[in-house]
């Protein structure tokens, strides 16, 4: 199969091989994506593609950490985009490395290139017993030298390590529990520090009073606003934390918006108003004989990792700093600790160490720049920094509330012609280093540090930021797309898992519906009948198909059905140009609301790990719902009052739905990545259900049981 | 602060400690004994990350003092595996490839032992109710639930109901 000539962008910017794999242990190929791994998999996957490639066995690759001292500079972990970077460029890596190799052993041989074999990373056995491995020969011979994009890597259709279900090779440590993440870590002289963090995001700290301190408490660290405490022990920082915030004086100000009228704070604020689409067809413009318009909104979304995110920091030599963090983006972590602190970047090492799951940009760079700060107190010791479960909850970087109005104009057959939306939000490109800011927490707290600005949004289109999916993948004459990003942030937001996806499609998909519902279709038909492209129409058939839409418990009215059951179906290509993903959901509506079911049929291009897709997915798949039924950010005028599982709830075993889901072979198709394509569909399936069920559409998330009563009260 | 010492069995080894009486007996786990399977999730026993068990009942150990730990038989994850072999709910864990990023993992799996040990044949729903307490933010709550079904099939086939529902496991159709 002819493979794309374009390089991995992670290629083009690290072509040396050898920044990519090395044969330095005997009958081990080491592998070094700058890709990190957080429990989604995706080193398993990456062994799986070099295994592929070399000719060994999947249990001889191993996979070296990623720190900026030895990993190529991958940038973020993000955007489901590993497998198609990191994976498109140690694919290509390894293709030439096993051509280099069959070169150089076939010299040796004295025979054909291509009439030798590779197996378990030696020339043999069909090709005779020659001793010769990836082992045996001198591996600058192989290893010095550029990536050359003339050497083609194998077909699927040869595959026999990648396109099959692989044990994930990080989870025997975690169902043993052993030492794996960065909390467990303890390095030799390590001290513990903790951060007393501001009462309110709007604070100044005036002073601290005297405080009876525990023995074991090495120094205090105040700076500006940033207030901290190292120790010998956790528990002796802990407590001492506690003493410090009860002597601490702050001048508290109220800066939050109505928390109860967030339309009305994201329509009031500056924006910066960008076109996303601008298609004009004056033909179709008239053709429309009835129009529809409708806003749908989110509010804002915190992280909730389930670990309280932790660092570790070490200062040698005066200026050098050694970083230990679970940031999905080591190097732009450092240069972010490098432009804040005035340091050259040279004298800054981030090691990744995982940490719970990640799902964007959260706590875990302000974590590392606190261990920064407070380990400078102590030269050459290790000061590890452990957030409490309030601090990460209410301080890390949030998914922000959005706003989306829609409208369309429909012909006399009911077919869309036109369609607007617009849609508010702060932005979601708020990462260390973004728009030359450190954009890291401490550093707006110290003495001299600015406030961290209003996050920004990327380029406006359909594929990033607060407009990701903001643009319907349906067959829309005349459209128009346009991003108000905010320009003001009194909450802190950044990226988080599909950024503003999660809305658009939740937005775009309910107004489907309300729209079919107006031409008299059955929504799945009524999107079939806007949609030209087949992989689309195939994952709306296959989820249609697996959850019996057809024969649907009713077929009837919405709102009418006599068991309080209703369905609802959605679709969205993630970021426009990525993965497929279909969903229908079923829920029952009597004195609650509750999710029983979802099907979800995906269409990810070539698959490297089938149960990792699925594993993704399905866990997406209840994030999603998880969001779209619970959660909401709380928060009065003056702070997040939403710090603990109690006020911050999310769905839990007695809640969560079953999840089936299918893949849609399509091995000729480029690898799209699955991380983040469920949560729009998914949220989309659940309004639509609940519309089905109670007859009357709940627009704005979460949809809590209260949340519904009141509109149906509204009605 | 003042220290006391406690005397406990952990993972069938009887320790003492010297710690703080009112130190969680989480830390004391994790820092003082050097375990890492136990983890730290919230501090308030709300999320269950830190479960272990305690008389063999599964319980969080960050709101748990050490005081009250004297005398009591305490297992963490490391101490379920038996003579190397993995544990059934680990095994059915691996087996069903049950976690994404794996921190609420270990609480998960003493759970599902403390309710194999007290019911060996859960339905689906017990098994969702007895792992209320546990929260997983990845969305590996399906693959967990036929983790346990799977291990309590495999544990005790003879306590297993007439008709008792055999996980079955979610296939990509290919």
Not at chain 1, 80 to 95: F, N, P, W
Not at chain 1, 351 to 359: D, L, P
Not at chain 1, 653 to 674: H, K, L, M, Q, S
Not at chain 1, 694 to 711: A, F, H, I, K, N
């Amino acid at each position: 199969m002819s493979r794309s000539a374009e390089p991995s962008p992670s290629l083009a910017a690290n072509p040396q091989l050898r920044e990519w794999l090395d044969f330095s242990v005997d009958a081990v190929v080491t592998i070094r994506p700058g890709k990190v791994e957080y429990g989604q998999g995706v080193w398993t996957a990456l062994a799986q593609i070099a295994a592929e490639e070399l000719d060994v066995g999947l249990d001889q690759v191993r996979v070296a950490g990623v720190s900026t001292g030895s990993s190529p500079d991958e940038g973020v972990t993000s955007g489901s985009r590993s497998i198609q970077d990191s994976g498109g460029a140690l694919r290509q890596v390894c293709a030439q490395v096993r051509a280099a190799f069959l070169a150089e052993a076939a010299e040796k041989l004295g025979a054909d290139p291509a009439g030798l074999e590779v197996a378990r990373g030696a020339v043999g056995p069909g090709s005779g017993e020659s001793g010769l491995s990836y082992w045996s020969l001198d591996e600058a011979a192989l290893l010095d030298r550029a990536a050359r994009l003339t050497v083609p890597a194998k077909s699927p259709a040869r595959w026999s390590v990648a396109g099959r279900s692989a044990p994930r090779i990080d989870l025997p440590d975690k169902a043993a529990g052993r030492p794996r993440f960065l909390h467990d870590q303890v390095l030799p002289g390590m001290l513990f520090g903790r951060v007393v963090r501001p009462p309110a995001p709007a604070a100044t700290l005036d002073g601290v009073d005297e405080a009876d301190l525990p023995d074991g408490v090495v120094t205090q660290v105040r700076d500006g606003s940033f207030l901290g405490v190292i120790a010998e022990s956790d528990r002796v920082a802990v407590a001492a934390a506690e003493r410090l915030a009860q002597a601490a004086r702050w001048t508290v100000r109220e800066s939050l918006p109505d928390e109860d009228d967030l339309k009305g704070f994201l329509l009031s604020q500056p924006t910066d108003d960008q076109p996303v689409v601008q298609r004009r067809d004056a033909e179709a413009a008239g053709q429309v004989r009835s129009t529809c318009a409708a806003e749908y909104t989110r509010p804002f979304i915190a992280h909730g990792s389930m670990a309280p995110s932790c660092a570790i920091a070490r200062w040698d030599d005066g200026d050098q700093v050694s970083v230990w963090s679970h940031s999905q983006g080591v190097f732009p972590l450092r240069g972010a600790l490098a432009t804040g602190l005035g340091l050259d970047p040279a004298r800054v090492t981030v090691h990744y160490v995982e940490g719970a799951g990640v799902y964007g940009h959260n706590a875990a760079d302000d974590a590392a720049a606190d261990a920064v700060l407070l380990a400078r107190a102590v030269p050459g010791r290790p000061v590890r920094v452990l957030w409490t479960r309030p601090d990460e909850l209410s301080w890390g970087p949030l998914g922000s509330a959005m706003l989306a109005r829609l409208s369309a104009g429909l012909d006399a057959a009911g077919r869309i012609r036109t369609w607007r939306q617009d849609v508010w939000s702060n932005g979601f490109v708020g990462r260390p280093g973004i728009g030359g800011e450190p954009r890291l927490l401490a550093l707006s707290h110290v003495a001299g540090g600015t406030p961290i600005s209003a996050t920004l949004d990327g380029v406006p289109s359909g594929a990033m930021g607060a407009t990701r999916n903001a643009v319907p993948a349906y067959d829309i004459p005349d459209l128009e797309v346009t991003r108000h990003r905010l320009l003001t942030m009194p909450l802190r937001t950044s990226s988080l898992r599909s950024l503003g996806a999660f809305l658009n499609v939740f937005a775009i998909e309910s107004f489907m519906d309300e729209l079919a519902l107006a031409a008299g279709a059955d929504p799945a038909e009524f999107r079939l009948a806007h949609l030209s492209d087949p992989r689309a129409r195939r994952v709306i058939e296959e989820a249609a198909a697996m959850s019996g839409w057809a024969a649907r418990a009713r077929g009837g009215t919405p709102g009418e059905s006599a068991d309080g059951t209703g369905f609802g179906l959605a679709f969205a290509r993630y970021k426009g140009v990525a993965g497929y993903c279909a969903a229908v959901a079923e829920v029952a509506a009597d004195t609650s609301i509750s999710l029983r079911r979802l099907w979800l049929a995906v269409d990810v291009g070539r698959v490297i790990n089938p149960d990792g897709v699925l594993n993704q997915v399905e866990g997406g798949a209840i994030q999603s719902a998880s969001w779209a039924l619970r959660e909401r950010v709380r928060f009065d005028r003056t702070r997040i009052t939403s710090v603990t599982w109690e006020s911050y709830p999310i769905l839990r075993f007695t809640e969560v739905p079953e999840v089936a889901v299918r893949i849609v072979d399509a091995p000729g198709e480029p690898e799209t990545g699955a991380g983040e394509l469920a949560q729009g569909p998914v949220a989309g399936a659940i309004g639509n259900a609940v519309a089905d069920a109670v007859g009357v559409r709940v627009r704005d998330l979460p949809l809590t049981t209260e949340q519904v009563t009141r509109t149906i009260e509204l009605s | 602060m003042a220290t006391v010492n406690i005397r406990a069995t952990v993972n069938g080894t009887e320790r003492m400690i010297e710690c703080e009486p009112d130190a969680p007996l989480l830390d004391v786990l994790r820092q003082d004994l050097g375990l890492s399977g136990p983890r730290f999730g919230c501090g308030v026993g709300l999320c269950g990350a830190c479960f272990v068990l305690v008389g063999g009942r599964a319980r969080s150990s960050c709101d748990f003092p050490a005081w009250a730990a004297e005398g009591q038989d305490i297992t963490t994850v490391e101490g379920l595996a038996q003579d190397g072999a993995l544990h059934p709910v680990q095994q059915a864990v691996l087996d069903e490839q049950a976690a994404q990023c794996g921190y609420c993992t270990s609480g998960m799996i003493i759970s599902a032992v403390g309710l194999l040990r007290a019911n060996a044949a859960p339905t689906e729903g017990e098994v969702r109710s007895a792992l209320d307490g546990n929260l997983c933010r990845c969305g590996s709550h399906q693959r967990i639930l036929r983790a346990v079904l799977r291990a309590a099939a495999r544990s005790e086939p003879a306590a297993r109901p007439p008709g008792a529902r055999t996980p079955v496991r979610q296939e990509e159709a290919r």
